[in-house]
C-alpha cells in the first residue's frame, strides 16, 4: 500500500518531502552573487568603493559568498501540489539549526505551501556573507525542482531572522511578492535597510505585500513595527497587514496565526495608482533636491560639507539616486 501511494504522488509530482527532511543544493544563481547582493542591498557609494578596493588590490571578488557542496537546507514539501503550483516559503531563522516549526505542517498542507531554511545561517552569522545569499540559493534551487508559481513566493523569518528577511523583500522584489516579519522589522531609506535600485523599488512599491506578526507583549518588537510600517509609507509602500497576536510574547507564530498571515499575504492590495504615482513623483523631487545641493556645494568648493550632504543622500535614497550619487561623487 505505501508503494502504491508513493508511485501516485510521483504520477501526480507532488512526492512529499518529510518535516525533518536535509537536503542539499548544487545550482547557484546569479541573484546570490556578490556583486548583485552588493548592488541590490546596500548603498551606491558602498558599492562602489567595495569596486574601487578590489581594482587598487587587483584581487578578484569571488562570484558567490557560500559553497554550496558545504550546505544544508531544512525542506518539507506537502503531499499535494495545488493546480497552479506550490507557493514557496523561504524561512530565515535566529538559530543555527532549523527544522520545520512544531504545529507548521497541517498549516503548509491546507495551502500547499514549501518551507525551506539554510542551517548555520542563524543571528551570529554574517547576514551579507551567508544569511542573505543561503535563503536566495534555496529558493532558486527549489523553485527549479518542483512546480512554484512565481507569484506566490515569500521570505519570512522570526525576530533577527525577520529583519533579514524584510531586507530581501526589499532588494528582491522580482524574486519574492511579499514577506511575513514575525517579531523582527526595520525602517526602510537608511544605511542599515537603503533602497534598491529605481526600478526594483518601482517593482517593490507597486506589488509586493507584507504582513507583520508580533505578540502584543512583545512591546519592542511592536514599536519597531510601528517605525517599519512607517517608514514602508514614507517610501510609498502600502500594501501592509499589521497583525498582533493577543496573549504573545517574543514567540516563533503558532500554525494558527501562520494560516491567517498566509490568508492576508495571498490576498495582496494594489496601491491605488494615483496615490502610488503622486507619492513617487514627490520621493523624486526630495530625493533632486538633495542631490542639487551637493552639486551646489561642490562648484563652491565646499568639498568636505559635499562629502557629508552626500552620504546623507546615498544613506536617505540608496539605489534611487544612482547613478548621479555615484557620478557625484567622483567630482
Known amino acids: 500500500m505505501l508503494k502504491l501511494a508513493a508511485i501516485m504522488a510521483v504520477l501526480a509530482g507532488a512526492l512529499a518531502v518529510s518535516a525533518n527532511d536535509e537536503v542539499a543544493f548544487n545550482a547557484y544563481t546569479p541573484l546570490s552573487s556578490n556583486l548583485e ?3 541590490r542591498l546596500s548603498t551606491p557609494l558602498t558599492a562602489a568603493k567595495l569596486n574601487a578596493m578590489l581594482a587598487t588590490s587587483g584581487k578578484a571578488l569571488r562570484e558567490q559568498p557560500v559553497d ?22 523561504v524561512f530565515v531563522s535566529p538559530f543555527e539549526t532549523q527544522r520545520l516549526p512544531d504545529g507548521w505542517r497541517s498549516t503548509l498542507d491546507r495551502y500547499g505551501v514549501i518551507f525551506v531554511a539554510a542551517q548555520k545561517s542563524g543571528n551570529a552569522q554574517s547576514v551579507f556573507g551567508r544569511r542573505e545569499p543561503l535563503a536566495l540559493l534555496a529558493a532558486a534551487n527549489v523553485m527549479a525542482q518542483y512546480k512554484v508559481d512565481p507569484d506566490r513566493v515569500f521570505v519570512s523569518g522570526f525576530s533577527g531572522g525577520s529583519r533579514v528577511a524584510m531586507h530581501l523583500a526589499l532588494g528582491y522584489p522580482d524574486l519574492f511578492r511579499g514577506a511575513v ?15 534598491p535600485p529605481k526600478a526594483l523599488l518601482a ?9 507583520y506578526v508580533t505578540g502584543d507583549k512583545d512591546t ?12 514602508m509609507k514614507r517610501n510609498c509602500v502600502f500594501d501592509l497587514d499589521a497583525e498582533i497576536t493577543p496573549g504573545a ?6 500554525g494558527s496565526v501562520l494560516a491567517h498571515a498566509l490568508q492576508e499575504l495571498f490576498a495582496p492590495q494594489s ?8 507619492c513617487q513623483a514627490g520621493q523624486v523631487r526630495a530625493m533632486t533636491a538633495d542631490l542639487d ?11 568636505d560639507e559635499a562629502t557629508k550632504r552626500l552620504q546623507k543622500a546615498d544613506e536617505r535614497w540608496g539605489g534611487l539616486a544612482a547613478p548621479r550619487s555615484v557620478a557625484l561623487s567622483k567630482k
Not at 203 to 211: E, G, H, I, K, T
Not at 220 to 231: C, F, G, K, L, T
Not at 293 to 303: D, F, W
Open 249 to 254: 510574547g517574543h514567540d516563533l507564530m503558532s
Open 37 to 39: 547582493l552588493a548592488r
Open 181 to 195: 516579519l514575525n517579531a523582527g522589522s526595520d525602517p526602510i531609506g537608511d544605511s542599515q535597510a537603503p533602497l
Open 203 to 211: 517593482q517593490f512599491q507597486a506589488r509586493s505585500r507584507l504582513v
Open 271 to 278: 496601491p491605488d495608482p494615483k496615490r502610488l504615482a503622486d
Open 68 to 89: 554550496l557542496a558545504q550546505e544544508r537546507f531544512a525542506l518539507y514539501v506537502p503531499p499535494t501540489q495545488p493546480p497552479q503550483g506550490y507557493a514557496l516559503m
Open 293 to 303: 545641493q551637493v552639486e551646489a556645494l561642490i562648484i563652491a568648493g565646499k568639498r
Open 220 to 231: 519592542v518588537h511592536v514599536a519597531w513595527d510601528a517605525a517599519s510600517e512607517q517608514a
